[in-house]
RNA sequence: GGAGAGGUGGCAGAGUGGUCGAAUGCGCGGGUUUGCUAAACCCGUGAGCUCGUAAGGGUUCCGCAGGUUCAAAUCCUGUCCUCUCCGCCA
């Protein structure tokens, strides 16, 4: 969320920023609903001032009489105070469901365009496009996985549906060399490790941004609780500091979470989603950090440097996006994704994305961080960033490690994980 | 899954219907004393919202959500979490 006084404060320029970035959201609306739940707010307190007197005298009245003209007059009080308290009560609901409809702020920066198509690539990987000779044909990794057994996509379909899928052989070997080799990292750059739960409460998905519910949801929901499968570790990640206030020394936290990730993809039939490339559930290391406002931008240059060195070292090629404004969903100000070229599909991929959410993830959390020896606290900033998501570095690797001869070579940086340095035909 | 116990301020820990935003101790901040340090002593010390230029005021908050009552940290219901014991189990 947005802060109430801000919006207040900058109604045109908050305007602007919903238009820059495709959004609806009635901010004339929220200014009504504000003006009149203060006015009733001032009420209810007024009244309730006059309630708490009244109670404090019957405890000091000297005869039964008294007390029960008192007890009365308690009694009506009560009546009004119910009435009232409803009707603050539904203008703060109407209200805050108005203000969660505000994006966040979009950086300076930050192209403005309606949707992907005005992303800007800021810069391209240090490694070259792939140079194969005329006439050889790059198999893409659905046909490589199934040339070596590496993928069982009818298998997963079978016992899960469309979209799931069982990794075999090599590429089981891959996936857990792809996460070491990913959390190897992030901890020798200060990352603290964790591996978190699959699932989150359902207060937690809304307070990291995420619809549990709904046509358009993106989550799995578990029946009979409120809890859903995550779409990432942000959101559990996120949520370790829900209506928590930390000390501000205590940050920088530099957290980096394994996780299942599980989408539904609802409404993405018919996009690009052969093979790996849009599933249902996938393996995922996370980068997230919680920190002080003035330290977001340096950390989210950090996260982004982070993902390309993980790349150049995966020897990827791939480019650098500067998310437009209409591309950006709400909780982002700033947003860059590593776009991996994906030999099967002639183009680039989007393999990673970080997003510098300021305050506004926080706001909904709930999580703040307190100054010693100053008064009040503030909302932290929060950054995330994908380190590795297996399912499309998993599909870079083997389209990009292939050779003419049919066999795909492994990148360097994983052989300290792996016991092979190439897969071919099995003997 | 069964049986109990409990969730109070940064921490520890009192408080079982009104005088409680909450004793006390620790911690923290400031001060007095002191050659320096320590000790001792004194004063102060939660957050949200809101009104006010400010000083300051009001209101809400004792896990969370409801309920009873003129009045709830305190009574009732639900819920979440923690701990102990038993059972089951990778």
């Known amino acids: 969320m947005l802060d109430r006084k801000f919006i207040l404060e900058n109604i045109e320029a908050v305007k602007l920023n919903c238009k820059n970035r495709n959004v609806v959201a009635d901010v004339d609306r929220f200014v009504e609903l504000d003006q009149a739940r203060r006015e009733k707010q001032q009420e209810l307190e007024a009244l309730n001032r006059e309630s708490n007197a009244v109670a404090k005298q019957i405890g000091k009245c000297a005869t ?27 203008l703060e609901a109407q209200e805050d469901l108005v203000q969660r409809t505000i994006p966040n702020m979009a950086h300076p920066d930050s192209p403005i365009g309606n949707d992907d198509g005005s992303n800007t690539v800021v810069e391209y990987g240090p490694t070259p496009l792939p140079k194969w000779s005329e006439g050889f044909k790059p198999l893409d990794h659905v046909e490589l996985a199934e040339k070596y057994d590496l993928i ?28 070491q080799f990913a959390v190897n990292k992030l901890v020798k750059k200060g ?44 959101i559990t990640l996120g949520g370790l500091l829900a209506n928590e206030t930390i000390d501000s020394e205590k940050l920088p936290l530099k957290l980096c979470g394994v996780s299942h990730c599980f989408r539904t993809e609802a409404g993405a039939a018919g996009r690009a989603s052969r093979g790996l490339y849009r599933v249902h559930q996938f393996s995922k290391v996370e980068m997230f950090v919680f920190c002080l406002p003035e330290q977001s931008e340096s950390f989210h240059a950090e996260l982004l440097g982070i993902e390309r060195e993980i790349f150049d070292d995966l020897k990827i090629p791939y480019q650098v996006v500067d998310t437009a404004t209409g591309d950006l969903g709400g909780p982002a100000y700033r947003k860059f994704d590593i776009e991996a070229w994906m030999p099967g599909r002639n183009a680039y991929g989007e393999v ?46 083997l389209e ?23 897969i071919g035909p099995k003997n």
């Open 64 to 90: 039964p009489e008294e007390r029960e003209a008192k007890k009365e007059e308690g009694r009506a009080i009560r009546e009004k105070l119910v009435a009232l308290e409803k009707e603050v009560k539904d």
């Open 400 to 422: 990009m490690g292939q050779q003419e001869d049919g066999t795909i070579v492994m990148p360097d940086a994983l052989l300290p994980y792996l016991s092979f340095d190439r």
């Open 191 to 234: 990352f603290t490790p964790m591996i978190t739960p699959d699932v989150a409460r359902n207060d937690v998905l809304q307070g990291t941004g995420y619809i549990p519910r709904g046509a358009e949801t993106q989550i799995y929901s578990i029946d009979k609780t409120d809890l859903s499968l995550i779409a990432t570790a942000e």
């Open 152 to 179: 069982d996509f009818e298998g997963g379909a079978r016992v899960a549906g469309a979209g799931f899928y069982f990794l075999k052989n090599e590429a089981v070997m891959l996936e857990l060399a792809l996460e």
């Open 352 to 397: 990673t994305s970080t997003s510098n959410c300021t305050d506004y993830q926080a706001r909904r959390l709930n999580a703040r961080y307190k100054v010693k020896g100053e008064k009040g606290s503030h909302f932290v900033h929060t950054l995330n960033g994908t380190a590795v998501a297996i399912s499309r570095a998993l599909l870079s690797v």
